[in-house]
């Protein structure tokens, strides 16, 4: 697989975010499916994801910083 799907301009899209990008999505799916069988409301599960989601990605940012911390205490910017 190729890391780089392609490019425009400064903007380049890497297969590792859209595969990411499409798992999150998939999973919206399947859980709304799981919620109409079960009789839940469908904005609860939107707003939940939407919460899961970047709870997701703000900890993985961070747990990446502790894991390299000696890197980051030089350049705390970066």
């Not at 425009?8 to 919620?35: D, E, N, P, Q, R």
């Not at 904005?43 to 390299?68: P, Q, T």
Request: no cysteine; proline share 5%; aromatic share 18%.
């Amino acid at each position: 697989m190729h890391p780089v799907l392609f490019k425009i301009g400064i903007f380049t899209v890497y297969s590792y975010g859209v595969l990411i990008a499409l798992a999150f999505f998939i999973s919206l799916f399947f859980a709304l499916k799981a919620a109409k069988k079960n009789n839940i409301a469908p904005e609860k599960i939107i707003d939940l994801w939407i919460i899961v989601a970047l709870s997701g990605i703000i900890g993985a940012r961070v747990f990446y910083v502790v894991l390299n911390w000696p890197y980051f205490a030089v350049n705390p910017l970066e």
